[in-house]
């Protein structure tokens, strides 16, 4: 309970000074992209691993027309699409229209892939929070 008072506290804290930095002309801003407890399909995310942390950043780019092979994450990831569109379709059916400028809260454990059916290539910045010696990305059935 404590912690959560903490958290609460801390979280409003950051809102008003960001809130704050927005007020005044010239000055730099924050904006809160995405932030959830569920990937883009609505599962739940996982617990952080308990080994040594690793933070990876990739930039992935999808030629036009092209699709990325079915893949599964093993850890939380999540990206911003910079530039052109991509479809992610997961094995259950859902499917995730994104646009340049569009967040995603990647799913884990569950296999995957993104198309791009546009006329551009796709490019998509992600953050993956692993730990040390484990992959990011595996190209084959997973745990679920």
């Not at 007020?23 to 399909?41: C, D, H, M, Y």
């Not at 892939?113 to 006329?119: A, C, I, L, Q």
């Amino acid at each position: 309970m404590v912690r959560r008072i903490h958290f609460v506290l801390a979280l409003t804290s950051l809102l008003f000074s960001c809130e704050k930095m927005k007020t005044k002309p010239g000055s730099p801003t924050s904006e809160l992209i995405a932030e959830s407890f569920l990937s883009w399909n609505g599962d739940s995310l996982p617990a952080y691993p308990e080994g040594k942390p690793k933070i990876s950043i990739v930039k992935v780019t999808i030629p036009p027309q092209s699709e990325l092979p079915k893949h599964y994450h093993p850890v939380i990831n999540a990206g911003v699409l910079l530039k052109g569109e991509l479809t992610v379709v997961d094995v259950h059916g859902n499917v995730l229209e994104m646009k340049a400028g569009d967040p995603i809260i990647e799913v884990v454990n569950t296999i995957h892939f993104g198309v791009n059916k546009g006329s551009e290539a796709a490019e998509i910045l992600v953050f993956y929070a692993g730990e040390a010696n484990k992959e990011i990305v595996v190209k084959e059935t997973p745990m679920k």
